[in-house]
Nanobody
Framework: QVQLVESGGGLVQAGGSLRLSCAAS????????VGWFRRAPGKEREFVAA????????KSADSVKGRFTISRDNANNTVYLRMNSLKPEDTAVYYC???????????????WGQGTQVTVSS
């Protein structure tokens, strides 16, 4: 199993920045990727960004391209999501999740953190 703990959420004004962290522990050698997802009030959970654990290849949703950057620190088993130019529509609970095989489909992410709230005020 893999345990994931998110941190770094909070309240920020529109145009501001936050950096989320996802600390992984447990069977991290089995990871293929770590992703960030979010669930806004009244909406379905959606993909935000993901990074391959080995090699560092990344991908992100069109809605955050150019504003959010995902990165990893393998030595510390931590994945970051740097969020710039935040908008009120980015308000959501942000979750990190880990995958052992693949990284393209939500069902491939087996273990999930508890989530961290991000609120962007206008």
């Amino acid at each position: 199993q893999v345990q994931l703990v998110e941190s770094g959420g909070g309240l920020v004004q529109a145009g501001g920045s936050l950096r989320l962290s996802c600390a992984a522990s447990g069977r991290t050698l089995s990871l293929s990727a770590v992703g960030w997802f979010r669930r806004a009030p009244g909406k379905e959970r959606e993909f935000v960004a993901a990074i391959r654990w080995s090699g560092g290849r990344t991908k992100s949703a069109d809605s955050v391209k150019g504003r959010f950057t995902i990165s990893r620190d393998n030595a510390n088993n931590t994945v970051y999501l740097r969020m710039n130019s935040l908008k009120p529509e980015d308000t959501a609970v942000y979750y990190c999740a880990s995958a052992r095989r693949g990284w393209s489909e939500e069902y491939e992410y087996e273990f999930w953190g508890q989530g961290t709230q991000v609120t962007v005020s206008s």
